[in-house]
């Protein structure tokens, strides 16, 4: 029994899952109507639903990010990309009025795609080939991808009026759940079986643990850091589309702004290293709803989205800090006096 | 004989004073307007905040870490002096004594964390960044314009040089700190000290140098100069606003290694930040001048700059690399 609870807390999901479930308990305590979902014209609404709907493109995010981050790298570009994508295919359909497209979807979709594909590529490109420091390669494009963004928008926001562009981020007709949410789950499905059904996730892993190690055991270090990136990339690019999708519009100077911060949030909290190697896909997702939830519920209780970067950058300290080497050295430390005084004490009695 | 060579290590540097001067005659070349000792003066006026901020940088830079959180402090530091001069009616004096004091705790507690915590430089200043952007929002969302007279004052004083010539009380804040950094880095244990660091940091170590001590007095002089450029800045644009400064964390990073500073940590010049930053400075200033591009093209072509100037570290790097190899064989036979 107690072994069988030890392997409980100490798998992966176990802390994320414990976090969640509090923030689940606490929404249902002090936020009304948490729980209800009704069903209107074929489609699910809620709290709930709108929590997962807003979380899919975090966990898109959060995904590549994990990634990178395995790989002992960062990409600060995501939100950019994100940018990008959302700019170039809502300039792509265009803002007839009449809901006419100017190019067709599939095109558009492809396009945004293909060059955010791009994007994480040259991210790649500098990381991996030239060996810059990941930081700085992905502030290049973090700071420039706005103003790619700007350029093709026209420094205009683009409002699109065609129907079936509201489906990525919203509701397909005939699904009852949001599609979001079902993008978000093939892109996972094919990760994961990528990852598992390969040695790719391993390499990944032994990458971002020792890279010159695994330069020596025949892994092409500057290959795998290249696909992260690019990966992440693709991402970013997925989840530019379903966040200009929600409001229907490219927004250049704010779509996905400080998503970066988030996406790095997700994956600390769903217990992945900073510092690279062992990774959890799984874990990094239920950080995302974390996130999400944490979003939500301090938009409900009434801080304004500005205030929220100040109460993440303070959780991702925290969560840093608890998963810190030293720290736990130190309070070993400690323990083991106040333990080692009890002893004492208990030798006297004795 | 020995033929005079550029050593490696001022190859970017003596390629951005090139820049410069290149990129300054272009100017003078295309609008007559622009050869003028105003225009070279205004470089120093417009860009006081970064030259500061680009000098903090580079110490940073130097002991191979990385600050991102320069722009938010420099934004949280406008926006809590409108905030405490407008608002609350303090002394404009104490205020700014009191913005430098924050910027030491804000880059203290940055280092030590850094330091003492091992957590990764870029994720803790990542953290500041957002943590100074989401307090100057809290302070307030709105724009708060200063209309104190002290600041006005101080915003309107033209320092005269010779002719008609002026620069502002930033521009000469900017020059002080300049010396004195010039002064930190080459001719104090503190900056040596900080060039072995990044040299290699385990032969700091063992060579008895207070590794530990010099890391977190570096990010927290990384945070004073962020104030300073904080309080520059809260003369230059006479508000407090939480979007100022935004991406500025790039603009002092792209200074720094257009200046010749290694992203690798060990060398770098202060001097090199100077031309870094007052070559952007040009960019802007051309961009502006045809009137035609967007602004957001000097977003680009800075950024495009930085990785042209980071692509070419990487290669002379890579060439010292491999004639240390060639020499190691040679004396090796």
């Not at chain 1, 239920?286 to 993440?312: E, W």
Request: hydrophobic content about 55%.
């Amino acid at each position: 029994m107690h072994d069988r609870l030890k392997l409980i807390t100490k798998s992966k999901l176990f802390w994320p899952l414990m976090i969640l479930v509090l923030m689940i308990i606490f929404n249902i305590i002090f936020v009304d109507d948490f729980l209800s979902i009704e069903f209107k014209d074929g489609h699910l609404f809620g709290r709930i639903i709108d929590i997962i709907n807003r979380a899919a493109p975090l966990m898109l995010l959060a995904m590549g990010m994990t990634l990178v981050i395995a790989t002992g790298g960062v990409d600060l570009s995501v939100g950019s990309t994100a940018a990008i994508s959302g700019a170039l295919v809502c300039s792509l359909i265009g803002g007839n009025f009449d809901g006419t497209v100017q190019n067709p979807f599939i095109i558009a979709i492809i396009a945004a795609l293909f060059v955010s594909i791009l994007a994480g590529a040259w991210n790649g490109f500098l990381v991996g080939k030239l060996g810059i420091q990941p930081v700085v390669a992905t502030l290049i494009l973090y700071v420039a991808g706005r103003g790619i963004a700007q350029l093709i928008t026209g420094g205009q926001i683009i409002t699109v009026y065609y129907k079936p562009y509201a489906y990525l981020g919203g509701f397909a007709p005939g699904i009852p759940i949001p599609f979001s949410i079902i993008i978000a789950a093939v892109v996972l499905v094919i990760v994961l079986l990528a990852l598992k059904k390969t040695a790719l996730g391993l390499f990944i892993e032994s990458v971002g643990v020792n890279s010159v190690a695994s330069r020596f055991t025949g892994i092409s270090v500057v290959k795998i850091k290249f696909l992260v990136y690019a990966f992440s990339g693709l991402c970013a690019g997925i989840a530019g589309l379903i966040i200009s999708s929600m409001i229907r519009a490219a927004d250049a100077n704010n779509a996905g702004l400080m998503s970066e911060m988030d996406a790095i949030l997700a994956v600390a909290i769903g217990g992945t290293s900073m510092a690279g190697g062992r990774f959890s896909l799984g874990a990094s997702m239920i950080g995302a709803l974390i996130v999400q939830s944490i979003t939500t519920t301090l938009y409900a209780v009434g801080v304004s989205a500005q205030v929220l970067p100040l109460i993440k950058a303070i959780v991702v300290i925290a969560i840093c800090f608890v998963q810190s080497e030293e720290l736990r050295h130190k309070l070993s430390g400690i323990f083991s006096k106040i333990g080692g005084a009890r002893n004492e004490k208990a030798t006297v009695k004795l | 004989m020995k033929k005079p060579q550029l050593s490696s290590k001022h190859v970017p540097l003596a390629i951005t004073v090139l820049l410069f001067v290149v990129l300054f005659t272009a100017g003078a070349v295309k609008y007559p307007a622009f050869l003028s000792m105003q225009v070279f003066f205004n470089l120093f006026i417009d860009n006081a905040y970064l030259i500061i901020l680009a000098i903090g940088m580079t110490f940073v830079l130097v002991i191979g870490g990385i600050d991102l959180s320069v722009g938010s402090v420099l934004c949280l530091v406008c926006m809590a002096s409108a905030h405490l001069v407008e608002n609350k009616g303090m002394n404009p004096y104490a205020v700014m004594v009191l913005m430098v004091l924050i910027g030491a705790v804000y880059g203290l507690i940055q280092g030590s964390l850094i330091q003492f915590f091992k957590m990764q430089p870029f994720i803790v200043t990542l953290a500041g960044l957002f943590f100074g952007r989401g307090a100057a929002a809290w302070i307030s969302i709105e724009t708060i314009n200063i209309t104190n007279k002290t600041y006005n004052d101080i915003a309107h004083y033209r320092v005269h040089l010779w002719g008609d010539n002026f620069i502002s009380i930033g521009a000469v804040i900017a020059l002080v700190v300049l010396v004195l950094a010039i002064y930190i880095a080459h001719y104090t244990k503190f900056g040596r000290s900080a060039y072995a660091i990044g040299g290699n940091e385990s032969s700091a170590m063992l060579m008895g140098l207070p590794v530990a001590r010099t890391k977190v007095l570096v990010y927290t002089l990384s945070g004073v100069c962020s104030a300073l450029a904080g309080i520059v800045f809260s003369f230059y644009m006479l508000s407090g606003y939480s979007l100022h400064g935004q991406g500025m964390e790039l603009d002092a990073i792209a200074s720094a290694v257009i200046g010749g500073t290694l992203l690798t940590g060990g060398v770098g010049y202060v001097i090199g930040s100077l031309f870094g930053a007052l070559t952007q400075g040009i960019i802007q200033n051309l961009i502006m001048f045809d009137g035609t591009l967007n602004s957001w093209w000097t977003k680009i072509v800075i950024a495009a700059l930085l990785c042209v100037f980071i692509i070419i570290q990487r290669l002379l790097v890579a060439r010292r690399d491999s004639q240390k190899a060639k020499g190691n064989v040679k004396t090796a036979l």
